[in-house]
């Protein structure tokens, strides 16, 4: 569930399902696909969106524990109330291990909108990956 802070009248509601597969690849690298499916309630109103994404990332055999894991992405976004693919997403980045169970992500990212706004956005982005 989402409400928005900058509008209070703005509440969405999704169930999400995806299936993510090994396209092609070895231990240096791979290409993976991910197909998402969210139905979604925008202020009571249903539609759904389609995701589609391909994860291409390269490996290196390191000793060392920062392993460096660049990698691409690229993510087009099909909304049903529009009837076409309204969103295109691109990220490139460098993933590294920091401890035995923890990761950095570090990666510029584009969105280029048709509908809404903003039309496009650039960001610079930090994510820490933590497993168990």
Known sequence: FTRSTNDASYQEARIVTELTRRV??????RL???????LRWVNSEYNWRLRERLHLQKFFASPHRFDPRPYGTFEAYYYS???????????????FRVWKASDIDLYLARQEN???QPPRVNALGLTVKLYR
């Open 81 to 95: 109330q529009y009837n076409t693919i309204a969103r295109l997403g691109a990220r490139v980045g460098v993933e």
């Open 24 to 29: 092609a690849g070895d231990s240096t690298w």
């Open 114 to 116: 048709s509908r809404g």
């Open 32 to 38: 993976v696909q991910r197909s998402r499916v969210e």
